[in-house]
């Protein structure tokens, strides 16, 4: 095949990977520096990355100098920025540098979290940090790993959603098949999704009020129908912030009809949760101590990079209870002596990185005050921006503003608030997500990207403004 | 509250995060460069590392150097080495320089690749490296994304896992609570979690041949009692390299059961998989075309760190029926075209971050003449070791050696191999998994760390010998 002799070893070596690291943590430099310069979507047609790409891997090693070329070459022209300021889009999906310096120790590393025995500081770590973020969120203190309870992290609330709906059909006496789960029709996708995917027959979707917040009589009515009808209630899920409009159920009176029919109430917080670092939004959580399980991702909105989602539960036996097998090869004294937690028995998948080094960071490095700072200026951006909209004669808010999302329409109805959309995505520096409910289309606005301050608000604002105007001049 | 003035800004300055980032670079250098010399478990009590840890979050921001201070002071004593080259503990959970850059670009661009539009080319590198990987290892062509198929980076092979069967039950007919999973008793723990998160019934443990393999006759047996008994069989998972001694099940025999009865066949290759860059080991994955998924994990012994695990389809569109939801936030032009694949229907979470990037850097940096010289002398290294164990007069190999892992035991029964295995651990710079089959105790030497070579091999043999030695003269 070759003539050339083996090499002895193929790794990079030490002094290399210092050299190259420098390189690299250059460029990501460069990158977060330059960021706002960049069109946020690449204008680039399917395929158009692959076709850069030889269709085998190379026979030999590369250069990592080639690698870090095409990264510029290949790979930037595909790339969406997500961490543009000018990142209106969806909800945010922060890092910042003390995220990305944790992550990259957590590489380093390379240690799984599986058991506690399997590496003691990450299971710590992250019992700490979770433990930390109760009082820092105003949760139930029940909810500490000292407590009865118990925060882990999690890829994405997409899984701690299935995995709390997993736990309560394996509570729940019967067949699967008849069981009920319930959300408002607001609920995020991840919920009907993790409803199917552990097996629920039925996800009823309750309908809101008109400020999108799920109707307590409208959810035990559906309740009362369901037993009437031979079916089993099992779950309910309680959104704070929903992703549409960050509309907020009413947790308490949703946690009171949850217990009188032995219903899990699990609440997804994921964007919002973030909030609640500062006491004026943690009326929006009020009824908590009425919850069974809770998720809140800290990639959204409290600058760590994804994955980070902190999956709490009231009562850590049934979570246990319902995911712990235990093989020989996994068996040791620690986990054996019942002092320790194993982390591998609070979600599906068996081996963990340790995710809890970046949260820690970004914790200690931002200080629980500079976390606040950042969420209420985001906060009062959206207010400033709302109030902006709705003097606004040819605009109106179709949703309160409770958190860091303007949600609103223009007033002459579906055609022109997409081409407003359009539009301000069309600058290029900017990007808004066009969504609908029911056939009201409208626009979303999410601040809270980690850089993004009132230059970017304001700018937007006057792309708002002016493309208003050119349409009105126009017609 | 206090009266210093609020600062504008908490964010760690890009010229901080270059300076940081390079001592981290170093940091990891210099752990990389030392790991060698550190006791692989640690020597911690339970609740050690968190009594370091303050119980509440600081208040201010904490300077960087008092983070980085605090991996040494709190985090490294609790910390145990997966990275040195003396572990030859569970399977490797590798790492390497190239991927721990791969994963430090990743967190630095913070992208999602749930959608295609969220950010193409982690879509589209993803794409790229899973069809390097079916030639690489001599899948199925089908398996490519241009084909009928396809491959989608998960956490981990008990995500995978969990999703077939959830794929699986979804194309079945009837109620999850009369579904079968099959899988033989040496199965991975993750195939009894992964069917009950998924809600069937039953799982049937098939027993094994004298190899540990799964036995077809028997599995071919259990189906038939099934359905004579009312119950629905649904699934096997057959196993390339079982977790206690690497056994290889009949794939094609189980296969052709599987064709025979309508079952879904998933192969869980989550270690070996990786030695299928050498053709020499392809025979052990003879009849792949019977399979319809796949998973192996480059975050195991492909230099790749957690997490990274392919699952591979042999027909995406099952896959992509049971678990796509779509909402009008999540709406787009490409993805309504057809003509690009949004992962984020390809598993339960919808958030994904860019895990490609780190397995595209690796594949380059090492060529795959890289990854086969470091696969090909893992294997040379362990059949070596099992050559001087078959030849020791105290010891005896309880299984074949067909990838990386030696599993062997002390002729003189269990609590000399459990005082071995002690012993060896005991050393500090080399550790084993103690483990059982039955009521047999026996030792996993698992050799393919990255940085393993023939001098801590030879350094654990002559261990193993003194300590026999040393036992025989003292008694």
Redesign the interface.
């Known amino acids: 095949m070759t003539d050339r002799p083996?090499?002895d070893?193929?790794?990079?070596?030490?002094d290399?990977?210092?050299r190259?690291?420098?390189e690299?943590?250059?460029?990501?430099?460069d990158?977060?520096?330059t960021v706002t310069d960049q069109p946020i979507?690449?204008s680039?047609e399917?395929?158009?990355?692959?076709e850069m790409?030889p269709?085998?891997?190379?026979?030999?090693?590369?250069p990592?100098g080639?690698?870090l070329g095409d990264?510029d070459r290949?790979?930037?022209?595909?790339?969406?920025?997500?961490?543009s300021p000018g990142w209106f889009a969806?909800f945010p999906?922060?890092?910042?540098?003390?995220?990305?310096?944790g992550?990259?120790?957590a590489?380093?590393?390379?240690?799984?979290g599986m058991l506690?025995?399997?590496?003691?500081?990450?299971t710590?770590?992250e019992?700490?940090?979770a433990?930390?973020?109760v009082?820092?969120l105003g949760l139930p203190p029940g909810w500490k790993t000292t407590g009865p309870g118990g925060g882990v992290i999690q890829?994405?609330?997409?899984?701690s959603t299935?995995t709390a709906l997993?736990v309560a059909?394996?509570r729940a006496r019967g067949?699967?098949?008849d069981m009920v789960v319930y959300a408002s029709e607001q609920a995020?996708?991840?919920i009907?999704?993790?409803a199917?995917?552990?097996?629920y027959g039925h996800v009823r979707l309750i309908p809101v009020d008109d400020r999108y917040a799920m109707r307590p009589d409208a959810f035990e009515e559906a309740v009362e129908a369901d037993i009437a009808a031979g079916l089993t209630p099992v779950a309910v899920v309680s959104a704070i912030g929903t992703?549409?409009t960050t509309a907020v159920d009413p947790v308490r009176t949703i946690g009171e009809i949850a217990r009188f029919h032995g219903l899990w109430h699990h609440v997804d917080a994921a964007y919002a949760g973030t909030a609640m670092v500062c006491e004026e939004f943690r009326h929006f959580q009020d009824g908590l101590e009425l919850v069974d399980s809770y998720t809140f991702n800290p990639?959204k909105w409290m600058?760590t990079?994804?994955?980070c989602s902190l999956f709490y539960v009231a009562d850590r036996a049934p979570l246990i209870e319902?995911?712990s097998?235990?093989?020989?090869?996994?068996r040791n004294e620690?986990s054996a002596?019942g002092?320790?937690i194993d982390y591998r028995d609070w979600h599906?998948?068996?081996?963990?990185?340790f995710r809890a080094?970046k949260l820690?960071?970004v914790?200690?490095?931002?200080?629980?005050?500079?976390?606040r700072?950042?969420v209420r200026e985001h906060v009062a951006l959206a207010r400033s921006l709302a109030d902006r909209i709705t003097a606004h004669p040819m605009l109106e808010p179709v949703a309160p503003v409770p958190f860091g999302l303007v949600s609103f329409r223009h007033v002459g109805g579906n055609d022109p608030t997409r081409s407003l959309a359009g539009a301000i995505n069309a600058s290029g520096w900017a990007y808004v997500?066009p969504?609908?409910?029911d056939d009201m289309a409208f626009i979303?606005v999410s601040i809270g990207q980690?850089?993004t301050t009132a230059v970017e608000v304001d700018r937007l604002w006057n792309l708002i403004e002016e493309e208003l105007s050119e349409v009105a001049g126009s017609t």
């Open positions: 083996s090499r070893s193929y790794h990079m070596s030490t290399d990977f210092r190259h690291g420098y690299v943590i250059d460029w990501v430099a990158y977060l520096d979507m690449p680039i399917p395929g158009a990355i692959r790409i269709t085998t891997a190379p026979e030999q090693p590369e990592f080639n690698i990264l290949v790979v930037m022209p595909g790339i969406t920025h997500w961490q969806y999906a922060n890092t910042s540098p003390p995220s990305i310096l992550e990259l120790v590489a380093g590393l390379g240690v799984q506690w025995s399997t590496s003691p500081a990450a710590e770590v019992e700490a940090v433990d930390w973020l009082d820092l890829m994405s609330a997409s899984d299935h997993v059909r394996e067949s699967a098949d995020h996708s991840s009907e999704k993790g199917r995917v552990a097996g992703t549409a990639h600058f990079n994804f994955d319902s995911l097998i235990l093989p020989p090869y996994l620690a002596s002092q320790v599906v998948p068996l081996g963990r990185r080094l820690w960071f914790l200690r490095s931002y200080g629980a005050e500079g976390i700072h950042h997500t969504s609908t409910i979303r980690t850089n």
